[in-house]
């Protein structure tokens, strides 16, 4: 699975990093749920006064979601025989 970051400027002045942003397929029925859920991170980073300087957004997924809609978009891939 391929994952990004994303790094902005708080009003403060603090640079924040959000981290473990997963990239999903066009017709991944999860698209627009973590689009949605990026926004509501931000936003609520944007209004604590003191943010942390890293977010992983992962864990925050593992928080806020069902845990089945966590799986299946964080699902890996188990190969057989170590292959």
Not at 30 to 44: A, N
Not at 50 to 64: A, D, G, I, M, N
């Amino acid at each position: 699975m391929l994952l990004k970051s994303l790094e902005f400027k708080h009003v403060n002045g603090q640079k924040v990093k959000i981290t473990d942003i997963p990239v999903l397929e066009e017709d991944s029925t999860f698209r627009f749920m973590i689009s949605v859920r990026l926004e509501l991170l931000v936003k609520q980073i944007m209004q604590d006064s003191f943010p942390k300087q890293t977010y992983s957004f992962q864990e925050y997924l593992k928080r806020v979601l069902k845990w089945k809609d966590y799986e299946q978009i964080f699902k890996s891939h188990v190969l057989k025989h170590n292959a």
